[in-house]
Structure formats: C-alpha cells, structure tokens
C-alpha cells in the first residue's frame, strides 16, 4: 500500500476522500493548508474553524495532521495576478492558479517531502492511462465536476495526482460521510474565493484596490447611473447594478446587464435584455494556454465551457497564432469574459485551455 497525503480542508470531500483511502489500507497523512494570512487571530475565522474540523476528522479517522503554511506562496503566485487582473479590468479565475501553483506544485512538492507517492484532493475528477499519456476527465457526477479547474495541470502533476471522489455523486459522498461517522458529514458546501472564504466580495476588493466612480452608459451613451469602480462588475453581471427600476421606452421593464467595459473613460457599458447582441459572442481569443496531453487540431469540433457550471458548448479551433487561439462557436455564447478561462473537451476528455483576451461576434 502507498503512503498517501491528502490535502484536508475541513469539508467533507476531502473528509471522505481520506476515509476512502485508509478503507483502502493506504498509509493516510491529512495536510491542512493555511494560505491565508488576514484574519486569521479572529476566534470565529474560517480558517481556524476549518481546522478545528479537520483536527475533529482526524481524531475520526486515526490519522496524523499537519498545518503547513504557503501564504507567501499564495500571495505571490496567486494573489498578485488576482489583484492586477481586477484592477486591468477583466474578471481573474483565481481557482485555476490555485490548483496549479499552490495545490499542485507548493503543497504537491512537500507532500513528496514527506515520503509520499500521491497527493490526494477532494476534486470531483477522474484520471485514466499513464505518464506520459495520462487524461484527466470529467467527474461522473456532472453536477459536481470540478475538471474545468484543474486544467491546467501537466503530466508530472497528474501523475502525482489522486481523485478518489470522481466516480461518485455527490450525495453518495455525504452518505458515506455519515457512515464512517465524520463530524463534517452536514458542512455546507464552501463557495468563496479560493484560500480566502466567503467574505462579502466588493468590500474584500475595495481594501486592496481603491474605488474609481465613473458612469454607467447605454452602447448609445446614455448615462444610467454610476459605478464605484470597473473591477467591481463582471459581464452579464445583473444585480448589484442600482438601474433595476429605470426602463427603456422599447425594452419596457426587461433587466439590465453588464455588456462591457471602456477603460479609457471608465465607464461601464449596460444593457437591457439577457440576449442583447452585445452580451453574445461567436467566436474569442484566448492566451495563456494549456494543454494536459497533445494539443487539440485546428479545424477539428471540441467542446468548450467559458465559465464553471454551463454546458460543453460546440465549436471549432480555427488557429493557433503565435501566443493566442482562436475558438468559433457553433451558437453564440452568453457573457464571455476576459480574463476567465475557456476549457476544451473532446467527449470526457479534458485537453486544457486558456485565458479569454477578446469575444467577438465575428
């Protein structure tokens, strides 16, 4: 049997990810990563309950924990880029990077310190093959996949990789949590920014990047109210915008939405209607790409997704030029984002992706 280190967050994916491979008879070792550094003396913080939880799971489960520390890591690797993406006006994905720099090269590199052979997550994924023609896949709880995070991970990493949640729904998981007594068996399930928590978003923004009031504007220039900074607002953004009640003569009282940004006057552009042209794009250019196995063939459909949680969206690799890629959708897609990631499948298969520059309706 192996020695195994899994990263445990005090949730319970990683609680049974654990579970499942001591049942296995694997020499199991949790690591609590500590990557966050504000807050942190608060009795009620995240961070401490967590690992008051993930202590609680391992008093459970009979196994040794430790707390290792990669906030230098994190801010480095991670939250910089998080920071000067926002203030750039696009909308970073800072979960990708996490995964990449932090769980998968900081903490991977010390679980491998510690004599292991794999690093284990609570990630709702699949791998298949060998180095160095290992795939990741999609989860078989379609609900829960968590591939499009991990894509960009390369073959060393996967190698090293371990996700023993993949083949599972998400509500065997909490039964099996039950079952083995986990003390985490009802936690909510967390949705904050990776490493940092639920927090309110534009008040944890506004404490690293000052605010910057301008207009919002219709594409005809007609000032609807005001914002307090573009990086607070993400396309296809509907609430939070203060215009709901404000309506068009030939629109009536059909939502707003954020359609766009204009840097040089800082303004923020808003629509009225969810399938206003200027929210759909055919086509967009993406840098910063990645690919787990052989890189995928211009000309040749794939499936995309541009944000977590939407379905595999068709369309075709026109080109790779130089730094970017270019992608056509069979059918335009809603609210495409720079600064997010786009990740393309080929069936289950995740190949990797990149970072949206541009959309177009082109």
Sequence with gaps: ?????????????????????????????????????????????????????????ADVLGIEVELVNFSREYQERVFAYFLAEYQAGRTPNPDVLCNAEIKFKAFLDHAISLGAEHLATG???????????????????????????????NQTQIARALFPLGGLPKPHVRELARQAGLPVAEKKDSTGICFIGERPFREFLQR???????????PEGRVMGRHQG?????????????????????????????????????????????????LLSSTLRADQFSWIGPPPLAGRRYGAKTRYRQQDAACVMEAVAGDELVLRFAQPQWAVTPGQSVVLYDGDVCLGGGVIVAAGDG
């Design 1 to 57: 049997m192996s020695r195994i280190v899994v990263g445990l967050s005090g949730g319970v994916d990683s609680a049974v990810t654990a579970w499942l491979l001591k049942q296995q008879g694997h020499e199991v070792v949790g690591v609590f990563m500590k990557n966050w550094e504000a807050d942190d003396l608060e009795d009620d913080c995240p961070i401490a309950q967590d690992f008051r939880d993930v202590q609680a799971i």
């Design 123 to 153: 990630h709702y994924a699949r791998l298949d093959g060998e180095t160095p023609n290992r795939r990741l896949l999609k989860a078989v709880d379609g609900n829960k996949d968590q591939s499009y995070f991990l894509y960009r991970l």
């Design 208 to 218: 690293y990047l000052p605010t910057q009031p301008g207009d919002m504007v219709t």
């Design 230 to 278: 573009l990086m607070y607002h993400t396309l296809g953004q509907r609430k939070g915008l203060g215009i709901g009640g404000v309506k068009d003569d030939e629109k009536g009282g059909e939502p707003w939405f954020a359609a766009g940004k204009n840097l040089e006057t800082n303004e923020l552009i808003v629509v009225q209607g969810h399938d206003h042209p200027l």
